[in-house]
DNA sequence: CACAGTATGAAATGAATAGTCTATTTTAGA
DNA sequence: TCTAAAATAGACTATTCATTTCATACTGTG
């Protein structure tokens, strides 16, 4: 059993596969195609299960997997399951740990900052849900007019959203609260409000949220995990989440999805 | 038990989720808020493992489980196993899902600019000059003040600047235009400025950093290609390119820089 | 302060699952 | 066609895991 030589990452793994897959006998063969062909639900699969997909016996499959180089079929798994449930570090504590050790250099800190991004990004392009996305396109486009309310951490989204739908000479306002002048009262029926907040969710977004759900106007939210209180407003849900450094936040995520939004919107309206 | 009413669906769940985890024992409520953060993990993980994950005990989570209306934590990790697929983890695979929903629609439109982001970020992270980036740190954390100046495009890198250092409480000005009030006379000797733009250069920005450049001041500046104008001006130019899609362009890499120059002089003041 | 109702934790239980072993079948070479 | 080696299937075992149970600790109320 050469345990020591099992694949440690997903390349290795179909390049190992690839490899042996040549000189296999028939049912172990069955094994590799099919293994190939659904990777993506080792990780969610039992041997019974796959050993069926298969079609072959469980002993085979697992046969089949200390060919890989594994010791069994568990250990193939986790592979699969550790690839998948990565958790991004704790940044939080990471970037502290930078500063403390004083180490923190300008540049490798925005090493820090752009993997964080990346992180951002692959997290919002695996858990982002499409039907939900075009949903909050589809009632935008309709809108008569857009209002847009973000401070403070997601006051940069709300000003690119502004800009973008300027640019693309669809109706909006940003409500950026200069002056602290309250303009709830613009928000009319027929239009949409796109509602961006982050924990802790700044009180005012959320009363200018609740104000439009009042008059009857649909509520599109750009918010980070499930436990928003725009979700109570019975708020068009786009779940956001980012890395967090600290006090601050890599926006990456957020602004990619904002402007997604705001492209899709301008192309829909041109049609 | 109420296994009828078990939710089909994530949205079904999440909004259950939040509509029990309101009045919930202390345990259960661990449970919730670890699920809210951890969704992801759920169809690959144990009772035991998300229990620890939670800090509570295995049964609790059962109970908690069972509380959302599953008959127990296997029914649970059924939903999520099914959609597991779906969100298969391997970045590029998931692009090219969202993408195959055609051009044009949201989700295609969502991984593009997901994937112009990563480049921009790809290309920051190579690109940046460790010198200049740490040479501009240090000109920042010498100000008595500093002035940040970014509109249209810029905006949103220049807000997020400002709210940056109002978060570690160093002194900062936003010149954002509002009323075309002109804050120039603010900028004194000592102080220094943030100057953001990107082709086409807003003329606001630059005639503001050539201001400062005529009282002495230093300006740092964000800006693209090193053909920026604010390079005339003696600037301490940071390079950023960002890749376009379509007429927008990503500015994860402008953010991240933007928010590296400020964390490090938050950080070189705090000593 | 006592009591009832609820929440909690530790351990026992029982089901599902991975992994092993061996008799049988298949295959290849003489 | 016979024989030896390899491959396979299916029964068997050990393990892991979800779930239940029950004794104990809280919490709020009269």
């Given at each position: 059993m050469q345990t020591g030589?099992?694949?440690?990452?997903?390349?290795?793994?179909?390049?190992?596969l690839h490899e042996v897959s040549g000189?296999?006998?028939?049912?172990?063969?069955?094994?590799?195609?099919?293994?190939?062909?659904?990777?993506?639900?080792?990780?969610?699969?039992t041997v019974a299960e796959l050993a069926e997909g298969a079609g072959?016996?469980?002993?085979?499959?697992?046969?089949?997997?200390?060919l890989l180089g594994f010791s069994g079929f568990s250990e193939l798994q986790r592979l699969f399951r550790a690839i998948y449930a990565e958790r991004w570090p704790d940044y939080t504590t990471r970037l502290e740990k930078l500063k403390e050790e004083g180490a923190g250099s300008p540049s490798s800190l925005l090493a820090e900052f752009v993997e964080a991004g990346y992180s951002s990004l692959e997290n919002l392009a695996r858990t982002v849900d499409s039907?939900?996305?075009s949903d909050a396109v589809q009632i935008?486009?309709?809108?008569?007019?857009?209002h847009i309310?973000?401070?403070?951490?997601?006051?940069?989204?709300?000003?690119y959203l502004a800009y973008?739908?300027?640019?693309?000479?669809?109706?909006?306002?940003?409500?950026?609260?200069?002056?602290?002048?309250?303009?709830r009262h613009a928000i009319r029926s027929g239009d949409v409000l796109i509602a961006i907040t982050f924990s802790p969710y700044s009180a005012v977004t959320l009363e200018l949220a609740e104000y439009a759900r009042s008059q009857g106007c649909p509520v599109v939210a750009i918010t980070d995990s499930v436990n928003s209180p725009l979700r109570d407003l019975g708020a068009h849900v786009l779940t956001v989440m980012e890395v967090d450094f600290g006090k601050f936040r890599a926006l990456s995520a957020s602004l990619s999805l904002a402007i997604t939004v705001a492209v899709g919107v301008g192309a829909v309206q041109k049609k």
């Open positions: 030589s099992a694949p440690k990452t997903i390349d290795e793994f179909h390049e190992r000189s296999m006998p028939k049912r172990l063969k069955q094994c590799a195609d099919y293994i190939a062909a659904n990777t993506e639900i080792i990780a969610v699969s072959v016996q469980p002993s085979a499959f697992i046969r089949f997997c200390k039907k939900v996305l935008l486009s309709k809108a008569r007019m857009i309310v973000g401070l403070q951490r997601a006051f940069p989204v709300a000003a973008a739908f300027e640019k693309m000479s669809t109706p909006a306002m940003l409500h950026d609260g200069v002056g602290s002048l309250d303009h």
